[in-house]
T-cell receptor
């Protein structure tokens, strides 16, 4: 059972470039989340989804987009990368109100 | 807006000590509270989940309590070991099942 899988693990982007962080879960969870974690700042919610075809903004959605075409996949798109998007990104999933499972994280540097 | 605070931000103890990590939240209308462990360079791993109707949960040397009316939870670690060194985060979810995280307590247990 793979759980929550994120790719890539590390990425360096130039300012203005775009990329997609991939996230997949194999636990048939309805909820999926994207968080960013900056040093000493805890986790900030970017976007979340309560099921296929449904997404909603979190606390810090600007500069990001998501889609949820299947239960399993929840990619995060960064458009026109900026240095402020340098962070560690975590994808997570859960069944409503139950234990949350996290991926291993994606380290992104924008230069 | 729910706010979650964790005290202390950092803690260093000798091996064998019993210790308490604190988590407080501003809105007592919660659905559940979770404690997570995060090792350096890794994702978060769920340790304990307490539903709002429960007062405590135990797993091995870990015991988490919840006092919803006062907006507090504590994570008790018995007989600490160097392998317990990590960052511990608490997260509170309301009826929408979207967790809000504290900034974490960084724990070092030295031999």
């Amino acid at each position: 059972n793979a759980g929550v899988t994120q790719t890539p693990k590390f990425r360096i982007l130039k300012i203005g470039q775009s990329m997609t962080l991939q996230c997949a879960q194999d636990m048939n969870h309805n909820y999926m989340y994207w968080y960013r974690q900056d040093p000493g700042m805890g986790l900030k919610l970017i976007y979340y989804s309560v099921g296929a075809g449904i997404t909603d903004k979190g606390e810090v959605p600007n500069g990001y987009n998501v889609s949820r075409s299947t239960t399993e996949d929840f990619p995060l798109r960064l458009e026109l990368a900026a240095p402020s998007q340098t962070s560690v990104y975590f994808c997570a999933s859960s069944i409503s109100g139950n234990t949350i499972y996290f991926g291993e994280g994606s380290w992104l540097t924008v230069v | 807006k729910q706010e979650v605070t964790q005290i202390p931000a950092a803690l260093s103890v000798p091996e064998g000590e019993n210790l308490v990590l604190n988590c407080s939240f501003t809105d007592s209308a919660i659905y559940n509270l979770q404690w997570f462990r995060q090792d350096p360079g890794k994702g978060l791993t769920s340790l304990l989940l307490i539903q709002s109707s429960q007062r405590e949960q135990t797993s091995g040397r870990l015991n988490a309590s919840l006092d919803k009316s006062s907006g507090r939870s504590t994570l008790y670690i018995a007989a600490s070991q160097p392998g317990d060194s990590a960052t511990y985060l608490c997260a509170v979810s309301g009826g929408s099942y979207i967790p809000t995280f504290g900034r974490g307590t960084s724990l070092i247990v030295h031999p």
